[in-house]
């Protein structure tokens, strides 16, 4: 069965410091995989989308790593700021039809 | 450029009545899609249109569930009659078309449903 999981379900860290967020799939034939930011109240924001033969892609202060052989990724926040407060979810799609399989996201929370 | 419009935000209805919920895509945006996300969950796909075709509706609920998208563009989702367990964020996003599995979805803010 298709699945992704992400971890920690929730983090809590201070203004300034940098965090990582962690997402393993089991999702098969893959495609791609990406990471959203999902503000309360709003809808999701691509961050990053990243293909096989990608290790790394960075949007500013956010990073993702793909490996594909352990099907992990992770998500670098660098020099937190209190608008980095959000639920982060990650994407896999399957190469076959284009179905995106959801994780239930990381709610972040940044503190002063 | 205007991004995905979604009305109304929010919903309060008692159970069994009926309910819809409208977006407008993105300008220009071949293909559309609603999504159903429960509290502490990732968005579920409930539908997916290609211009007027519904290309993937294998998770719509059609017992109750019904969705249209007119001319291309702008589309209506409806849920008739409400269960309790449809309270949700109904989230539409569109995307371009044309760019296969690499297709970046945007999405509007969604519409907060509350069946009584």
């Known amino acids: 069965k298709n699945q992704v999981e992400q971890s920690p379900q929730s983090l809590i860290i201070l203004e300034g410091k940098n965090c990582t967020l962690q997402c393993n799939y089991t999702v098969s034939p893959f495609s791609n995989l990406r990471w959203y930011k999902q503000d309360t109240g709003r809808g999701p924001v691509s961050l990053t989308i990243?293909?096989?033969s990608e290790n790394t892609k960075s949007n500013g202060r956010y990073t993702a790593t793909l490996d594909a052989d352990t099907k992990q990724s992770s998500l670098h926040i660098t020099a937190s700021q209190l608008s980095d407060s959000a639920s982060y979810i990650c994407v896999v799609s399957v190469d076959s039809n284009y179905q995106l399989i959801w994780g239930a996201g990381t709610k972040l929370i940044i503190k002063p | 450029e205007a991004g995905v419009v979604q009305s109304p935000r929010y919903k309060i209805i008692e159970k069994k009545q009926p309910v819809a919920f409208w977006c407008n895509p993105i300008s220009g945006h071949n293909t559309l899609y609603w999504y159903r996300q429960n509290l502490g969950q990732g968005p579920e796909l409930l539908i997916r249109y290609e211009n007027e075709e519904a290309v993937d509706d294998s998770q719509l609920p059609k017992d109750r569930f019904s969705a249209e998208r007119l001319k291309g563009v702008d589309s209506t989702l409806k849920i008739q009659p409400a269960e309790l367990g449809d309270s949700a964020v109904y989230l539409c996003?569109?995307?371009?078309?044309?760019?296969?599995?690499?297709?970046?979805?945007?999405f509007g803010p969604g519409t907060r449903l509350l069946v009584l």
């Open positions: 996003a569109s995307s371009p078309g044309g760019q296969g599995v690499l297709e970046t979805q945007y």
């Open positions: 990243m293909t096989f």
